[in-house]
């Protein structure tokens, strides 16, 4: 019998070896949870560390400028008596009407008249106690309340600095004095400190104000974001949904992730270069801090524009042509509705940016000292952390607590604004 | 064509290349007015890349490139003159994975003929969307939620309103890119009877990975393998007699 080419095929598969259950409950296994649980504590506690430590740092940031700039609202003001019958000011009733009444009453030797008053009052450096703008606020009495001309009349008036700052708890043994005696005449009294939210800088810690800045911030800041929106989504829609990817787009996107990264006194020496030096813009003026800034904003647009457009998911994007959608209509109805909390996000990233930047409007001159609020965007002005700077710069102790007073105001001013851009993206959100 | 009627579409030597790779080899394919046409073959045999070719999909890739004639009612839908929006609302799709536009149910349906100025009065959109969503089926289920968005809706009523939406430009034609892919069998079921209703008024090309599905809804099955078109036949002819060996080996499941 001849054997069959054929191999014959085995009648059962070979029994593979049989396989031991896993021991679970060795030593090494045990080790090993072990050390598997002390990792996960040991970086849950990491990152909670972290963020206590990161709440700690702010905490006490709040805590210390609330308490060193809350003082620099408020102001010390002295009952000052003056007889205004005595002092027989060339004033007529006339000349308190209208426009011409402050140059009428400074005129008429007003300011003198209060010194005298404080001298007879207080003693004979009585004129020293009172703040150099006392008279403006005896001179807005009158003003309000002509009959007073007649007649004797106590006005309060606000103090010299270092009362102001003895008061507070922080002046000088010979000013401590003063205001013990004051005090124990009663004279003293405390109030909301109006000027410093309505005035300009100054070179008396007690007529400084914020309103100049504040305002010349809101204009830059208005100037910037009119400029470096519109310009940076655009430049973000066109790179992601028309450029052709090249070697010249390549070298866009770097250029524009390079432009995010420079330093921001280098937008400043720009700005004097072009927009003073060339086109010839004034000086210290927001539009110009405006300009600069909007340089050093769109960049971080256009880097979360792009990311934000990158994630709108293509299919959404296949959907719209699929029904015939052009494709700006696919960009307007679709890919930017959806995009938009992330651009406004990235947005608000470089506004608040912005609004801390210093150092470039420092070279285009908006360091000057500018007493009067800007009214227009070519008015000189200067901008909040720039006001602090200054201020943190001044010799006179009355400028601590407005210096942190100062701060406090931008940062109230961030927080409006970032609340305002987070107001907007949950809108945009929850209409979708 | 065993039918009288002219065909819809006529594709004639078409060639699409991504970048160097051929993804579609000298394909000619008639399409019927009033049947339903499947697309098979195994993955990567270009059958998605081809259908894509009907309604210009494919220019949205940019190193796509496409050779040879495609005609619609026999006007070439490459030249110059065709205008792609006009084309693609003619020729409507629906995609593989239900994409809803995350707004309203109502506006997903009113979007095209608001674009395309196809109603202009609130009563015209009203009656739209409301014979869109009929036709496809969903109008039971959404007619008392049209403002709630299109993206809470299961993945199933979601491919039908993808469908109404496609419908409510009115196309000629609607092409079907693997539908039924991502919904599960009571959701597919649906779909495929949806198929059998709109046949007829719409001529429409369906592409499937699924060979009974194909079976059960076409009257023309075409096989697709490496980007040839291997096979073209009466549905009945291709899955109980194949003239080739490859659509036979695919057919019972040698390879695929």
Not at chain 1, 339 to 367: D, N, V
Not at chain 2, 51 to 77: F, H, K, Q, W, Y
Not at chain 2, 220 to 249: C, M, Q, W
Request: proline share 6%; charged share 20%; aromatic share 8%.
């Amino acid at each position: 019998m001849s054997k069959s080419l054929v191999p014959e095929l085995p009648t059962t598969a070979a029994e593979p070896p049989a396989r031991r259950p896993t021991d679970w409950t060795t030593g090494a296994m045990q080790k090993r949870i072990r050390r598997r649980y002390a990792a996960e504590r040991r970086f849950r506690l990491l990152g909670m560390a972290a963020v206590v430590l990161s709440a700690a740092f702010l905490a006490f940031l709040l805590i210390v400028m609330l308490a060193r700039g809350i003082g620099g609202f408020t102001e010390t003001r002295v009952a000052l008596p003056i007889d205004f019958a005595a002092a027989r000011l060339p004033v007529t009733p006339a000349q308190l009407r209208g426009r011409g009444a402050d140059l009428a009453l400074a005129g008429a030797g007003l300011e003198g008249a209060v010194d005298a008053a404080a001298t007879t009052a207080f003693g004979k450096d009585g004129a020293d106690l009172l703040s150099d703008g006392a008279w403006l606020t005896v001179r807005d009495a009158v003003k309000r309340d002509p009959a007073l001309l007649a007649r004797r009349a106590t006005v309060e008036v606000p103090v010299a600095s270092a009362i102001d700052i003895a008061v507070k708890g922080h002046g000088t043994p010979g000013a401590e004095a003063t205001v013990q005696r004051l005090q124990a005449r009663g004279l003293l009294s405390r109030g909301l400190n109006w000027r410093f939210l309505g005035n300009a800088d100054s070179t008396d810690p007690t007529r400084v104000g914020i309103w100049g800045a504040f305002k010349g911030s809101l204009l830059t800041m208005l100037v910037t974001l009119l400029l470096a929106f519109p310009i940076g989504v655009f430049a973000a829609l066109y790179l992601e949904e028309y450029a052709p990817r090249n070697r010249w787009t390549d070298f866009l996107e770097v250029s524009i992730n390079n432009l995010a990264a420079v330093p921001s006194i280098i937008f400043g020496l720009l700005g004097l270069s072009v927009f003073l030096g060339t086109w010839g813009l004034p000086r210290s003026a927001p539009i110009v801090g405006g300009l600069t800034l909007a340089l050093m904003t769109m960049p971080v647009i256009v880097i979360a524009g792009r990311n934000a457009i990158k994630g709108v998911p293509p299919s959404v994007r296949d959907a719209a042509l699929g029904i015939g959608a052009s494709p700006v209509q696919v960009v307007f109805h679709h890919v930017l509705p959806l995009a938009l909390p992330g651009i406004l996000t990235g947005t608000i990233i470089g506004m608040a940016r912005a609004l801390g930047e210093t150092a470039p409007l420092l070279m285009i001159g908006m360091r000057a000292f500018i007493a009067a609020p800007p009214s227009g965007l070519r008015d000189p002005a200067t901008a909040l952390p720039v006001q602090i700077f200054l201020w943190s710069d001044q010799v006179d102790r009355g400028f601590v607590e407005k210096t942190s007073a100062a701060i406090i105001v931008l940062l109230v001013f961030l927080l409006a604004m970032n609340g305002l851009a987070i107001y907007l993206r949950n809108r945009f959100e929850t209409r979708w | 064509m065993t039918s009288n009627h002219p065909p819809k579409i006529t594709a004639s030597h078409v060639n699409v290349f991504y970048g160097a790779k051929q993804a579609i080899n000298d394909v000619s394919i008639d399409i019927g007015n009033d049947e339903v046409t499947a697309f098979i073959g195994p993955s990567g045999c270009g059958k998605s890349t081809f259908l894509r070719t009907l309604n210009r999909m494919n220019d949205t890739v940019p190193s796509a490139r496409v050779e040879g004639e495609i005609e619609l009612d026999g006007e070439n839908i490459y030249s110059p003159a065709m205008d792609v929006v006009q084309l693609r609302a003619r020729v409507g799709m629906v995609f593989q994975k239900p994409n809803p536009f995350p707004k309203s149910i109502y506006e997903n349906v009113a979007y095209g003929p608001r674009i395309h100025g196809l109603a202009s009065s609130k009563a015209d959109f009203d009656t739209v969307v409301e014979r869109s969503l009929r036709r496809a089926g969903l109008w039971e289920e959404v007619k008392d939620r049209l403002s709630d968005s299109g993206t809470a809706l299961s993945g199933g009523q979601q491919q039908r309103l993808c469908i109404a939406r496609a419908i409510a430009v009115d196309p000629e034609v609607i092409l079907m890119d693997e539908p039924c892919s991502a919904l599960d069998p009571i959701a597919t079921a649906k779909i495929e009877g949806l198929i059998h209703e709109l046949k007829g008024r719409y001529a429409i090309v369906i592409v499937t990975h699924n060979m009974q599905q194909a079976a059960r809804v076409s009257q023309r099955t075409a096989f697709f393998h490496l980007g040839t078109l291997v096979e073209y036949g009466a549905t009945s002819d291709i899955f109980t007699n194949p003239r080739e060996e490859r659509t036979k080996d695919y057919i019972t499941g040698r390879y695929g």
